[in-house]
């Protein structure tokens, strides 16, 4: 069966430090992965999306930045954390349609203080 | 600009009652799928629908897709609370393009 992983699960960093979110998916081949960040209790906003490895398309121009070294490795990094950064960040992966839905991670708690 | 609209924000109930949640937008969507988030977890798909008109069932759970597949509706009977939790809706315009997500309809079920 198909998993997916993403550490950690708590992070408190100061504004201007480095940023690294991992995220692998076990059990399937090629997949279609996303990073999501979500404002205290409510919708899910697009950062980036990654339909193969080297291929990043972002969504929302900001300080972040995500790279896909492996087929199953999607990693969401940032040289200089904002305030603004702060949220709940997720990783999600789907095979080639979204009918059916989203398999997300746990997710990541990022305080920037 | 494509946005889903939920309604209301916030619910409280008691256990055992029936409750309506909305989503509604001035896009036309080809699927529309729900999904519910517990405190710290990521969101989990209950399911999609497809048709205009559409009616899925899910144990307690109604989900009703608008016959111009402009809305949609959950409506939970008997609720309980493990039924607690965040409700997003997400809109696909085709099944390979990118979501739309609402902002979500916070649950609260008490005991």
């Known amino acids: 069966s198909q998993t997916i992983h993403q550490w950690p699960a708590t992070l408190v960093q100061p504004v201007g430090s480095p940023l690294s979110l991992e995220c692998t998916v076990e059990?399937?081949?090629?997949?279609?992965l996303y990073w999501y960040r979500q404002a205290a209790g409510r919708g899910l906003q697009l950062l980036f999306y990654?339909?193969?490895?080297?291929?990043i398309s972002s969504e929302v121009p900001q300080n972040l930045s995500a790279s896909r070294p492996q087929d199953r490795q999607f990693i969401l990094s940032s040289k200089k954390l904002l305030l603004s950064d702060s949220g709940f960040y997720l990783c999600?992966?789907?095979?080639?349609?979204?009918?059916?839905?989203?398999?997300f991670g746990s997710g990541t708690r990022l305080t920037v203080v | 600009t494509q946005l889903l609209e939920q309604s209301p924000q916030f619910l409280s109930i008691q256990e055992g009652e029936n409750l309506t949640v909305y989503c509604n937008s001035s896009?036309?969507?080809?699927?529309l799928q729900w999904y519910r988030q517990e405190p710290g977890e990521g969101p989990v798909l209950l399911v999609t629908?497809?048709?205009?008109?559409e009616v899925k069932k899910l144990k307690r759970l109604t989900f009703q897709f608008g016959d111009a597949r402009k809305d949609s509706s959950l409506h939970i009977t008997a609720a309980q609370p493990g039924d607690t939790g965040l409700y997003l809706c997400?809109?696909?315009?085709?099944?390979?393009?990118?979501?739309?997500f609402g902002p979500g309809t916070s649950l609260s079920v008490i005991p």
């Open positions: 999600a992966w789907t095979m080639t349609g979204l009918l059916d839905g989203y398999t």
């Open positions: 059990g399937t081949s090629n997949p279609n």
């Open positions: 990654s339909v193969g490895i080297g291929q």
């Open positions: 896009s036309v969507f080809s699927s």
């Open positions: 629908v497809v048709t205009g008109g």
């Open positions: 997400a809109g696909l315009k085709t099944s390979y393009d990118k979501v739309i």
